[in-house]
């Protein structure tokens, strides 16, 4: 007698049909791998030892998704990484990878491995005790990738991160360090300008490289904003209200046109990949935006928002614990939020144009385009 159980061809089945519905809906989220330091880190510095921290009020005030409550963001809302992923259909943001528990996110939304006051140099950011390295970052990545491969196996992987976005947003740190005023037993002889561009975009580049091993083909690569008009470099130079240095600007520039150099180079000898890197101008826009601040709705791109604009440019919650009485009212009128970081109303302007505007904020095109190849 012939005995047939047909449970466990349905159970394969029903199992089978729900992996291909989650694959499909993978696929069709927004997955996104950022690496950076506090202008898109959004909590791995909430689990080191480090003085790089903004795990207190009034940090996150506007932050809807946490009511208001800090998420280690450094600033009152969102990133401009937060504010991309939403407009390109990211269900949730990318979590912080150090957080406990948060490999299952890996897949569905990306990770995210920035981290406050860290930079393309190892040393960067010594004095705030803990904080992730650009190479320690890629490191990370590596384990996240083998991760994948054990859950969707090594095509699999390779198909998703084929279709996944890679943010690098690094650079500002090593520069702030390197224009700082030298501190004893902490300083070292400091390189000539040309030198140091050149190991930054050299540094950088070498990790670029790294991921595109690992699988990586979509980059958007940031290049550094205005330093010399943020309030701490202001400050650190005695630099007149309305005015920024043109002497810590013109550091940024030459490293931005470097680097810029250097993406071109990886698009010539990578491109064959199906590989993309855009440069993302943050430099002209945020530069833009501090000179016609007004023109964009904004009232004030001098004082931060939050914190004094001489040392020690603290923010932190007042002493009514009901109110955040270092942090200014108007939030959405000020280009700073602190002496380094900007707002989110300055965020979600820059986002919008390195979204969808021309060469001249991202070459060879702008981010939307990237995610449609």
């Known amino acids: 007698m012939e005995i047939t159980c047909s449970f466990p061809h349905k159970l394969f089945n029903l199992t089978l049909l729900l992996w291909v519905s989650h694959l499909q809906a993978t696929d069709q989220s927004f ?8 202008l898109v880190d959004v909590g791995n510095n909430n689990y080191l030892f480090t003085l790089s921290k903004a795990d207190s009020s009034p940090y996150g005030i506007d932050f809807r998704p946490s009511n208001g409550q800090p998420t280690g963001r450094f600033t009152n809302g969102r990133t401009i990484s937060d504010i991309v992923g939403e407009a390109l259909g990211a269900k949730s943001a990318p979590t912080p990878y150090l957080e406990p528990n948060t490999e299952v ?27 992730v390295p650009l190479r320690e970052q890629v490191s990370y990545f590596e384990k996240s990738r083998d991760y994948m491969v054990r859950m969707i196996g090594e095509n699999g992987t390779k198909e998703m991160l084929k279709k996944s976005m890679f943010t690098i947003t690094i650079g500002s740190n090593d520069i702030l360090n390197y224009i700082q005023p030298s501190i004893p037993f902490f300083s070292q002889d400091k390189l000539p300008i040309g030198v140091l561009q050149d190991s930054m975009v050299f540094h950088l580049t070498t990790h670029l490289k790294r991921l595109h091993e690992l699988g990586a083909r979509k980059f958007v690569v940031v290049g ?12 650190l130079n005695l630099i007149p209200a309305g005015k920024c240095s043109d002497q810590v600007n013109q550091i940024v520039r030459g490293y931005n046109m470097k680097l810029r150099h250097s993406l071109r180079t990886l698009n010539n000898e990578l491109g064959y ?11 002209d826009l945020f530069l833009k935006l501090v000179l016609n601040y007004r023109q964009f ?35 959405s009128e000020f280009v ?30 702008n981010i939307r385009h990237l995610n449609h190849l």
């Open 224 to 235: 550094v904003g205005p330093l010399g008009c943020i309030p701490f470099a202001r400050a």
């Open 31 to 38: 997955t996104n791998f950022i690496f950076g330091d506090s």
């Open 297 to 331: 709705g904004l009232e004030n791109a001098d004082k931060p928002c939050c914190g004094g604009y001489f040392p020690p440019f603290t923010c932190f919650k007042g002493p009514n614990q009901n109110s955040s009485e270092a942090a200014c009212e108007e939030r």
């Open 336 to 365: 700073f939020w602190d002496a380094y970081h900007p707002t989110e109303a300055a965020n979600l302007i820059v986002a919008k144009a390195l979204l969808d505007g021309d060469q001249t904020v991202a070459t060879p095109f």
């Open 273 to 283: 990949h199906n590989t993309t890197f855009v440069y993302a101008n943050s430099y």
């Open 105 to 131: 996110n890996t897949i569905h939304s990306g990770i995210n491995y920035a981290s406050g006051s860290a930079g393309i140099f190892d040393d960067t950011g010594l004095l705030f005790i803990g904080r």
